[in-house]
């Protein structure tokens, strides 16, 4: 079992800056990738960005050039830097966490609200 516990999330104007982190702790071991979802009100949740054990990212069309994944291995712990956010990126953000047989771990979600 892998646990995953989500921090930084808050308010925001538009064109600001906020940074979330995930804490991944219990079996890490398994662990091959992480990344961050998100899901706002009537919608599916959605891709943000992932980062494999090996460092390779990936990320949706709607946030490359604004966001940023980044992990420290050493900590356990994923971040995701939110640059230039627009109302648009309003939503619960979740982090995830990827078992190497292809299992998803996720954590309990992060509130992001961007106003205008």
């Known amino acids: 079992q892998v646990q995953l516990v989500e921090s930084g999330g808050g308010l925001v104007q538009a064109g600001g800056s906020l940074r979330l982190s995930c804490a991944a702790s219990?079996?890490?071991?398994?662990?091959?990738?992480m990344g961050w979802y998100r899901q706002a009100p009537g919608k599916q949740r959605e891709l943000v960005a992932t980062?494999?054990?090996?460092?390779?990212?990936n990320y949706a069309d709607s946030v490359k050039g604004r966001f940023t994944i980044s992990r420290d291995n050493a900590m356990n712990t994923v971040y995701l830097q939110m640059n230039s956010l627009k109302p648009e990126d309003t939503a619960v953000y979740y982090c995830?966490?990827?078992?190497?047989?292809?299992?998803?771990?996720w954590g309990q979600g992060t509130q992001v609200t961007v106003s205008s």
């Open positions: 995830n966490a990827r078992s190497v047989l292809r299992y998803d771990y």
């Open positions: 219990g079996s890490i071991g398994i662990i091959n990738s």
């Open positions: 980062i494999t054990n090996s460092g390779f990212t």
